[in-house]
């Protein structure tokens, strides 16, 4: 613990030792671009690629911390403006795969962002569907919402305008899904992402 607490902090992609406090050393920030266009209403941090792919990859499937806690870092870059949100709402994880992975890394980048913006953080006001057992104990409504992806809202969420987070921004197909079930209770999103995949 000590040992961890005393060693000199060092670049969660590559390692190299960092001089300055820093998500990442400059060489790594360097190979970062700004994100690509993406759809009205979302926004990313930056594009996925360089050293995002690297540190995304070792927080999410290798849990590593430091990974983790660049990546709350990075992801407060280029947030939408504060005025046009009432709290923010991590994409979550199918209990499932939260149980193998033991952490939510929307969930942690949610996080980051309500405390960028001052705004309250619902972390589990969505929940993701994927199960036929879970899915029988649902009524109608949430029952179409599977049909749409797989999400269910929280009543909570009603009128409100949410900030959906999520890691990366492929297709677009997940937020879609939140979107629609946060929709079906009478809220309103906007979406930002730590990292948008390029087109092509
Ligand atoms: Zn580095």
Redesign the pocket.
């Given at each position: 613990m000590w040992l961890a607490l005393l060693a000199p902090p060092c670049?969660a992609?590559?390692?190299?030792r960092l001089r300055i406090d820093a998500a990442?050393?400059a060489?790594?920030l360097e190979t970062l671009d700004p994100p690509p266009r993406l759809p009205a209403g979302t926004t990313a941090a930056f594009a996925f690629g360089g050293?995002l792919v690297s540190l995304v990859h070792a927080a999410k499937y290798r849990g590593r911390g430091d990974a983790m806690r660049a990546a709350e870092r990075l992801v407060r870059e280029r947030l939408p403006p504060r005025a046009e949100i009432d709290c923010v709402v991590p994409v979550g994880l199918h209990r499932t795969r939260l149980a193998e992975r033991g952490f939510d890394q929307a969930a942690r980048l949610a996080t980051a962002v309500g405390e960028a913006l001052e705004a309250p953080v619902f972390v589990s006001a969505l929940t993701r569907l994927r199960s036929t057992a879970q899915l029988a104990k649902l009524d109608a409504h949430a029952r179409r919402a599977e049909g749409e992806g797989a999400c269910v809202a929280s009543p909570r969420l009603s009128g409100q305008r949410v900030l959906l987070v999520d890691d990366v921004h492929t297709t677009g197909a997940t937020l879609r899904a939140a979107a629609s079930a946060v929709a079906a209770v009478g809220g309103h999103t906007r979406a930002h992402v730590l990292a948008a995949t390029v087109a092509g």
């Open positions: 670049c992609a590559c390692g190299e990442l050393c060489a790594c050293a």
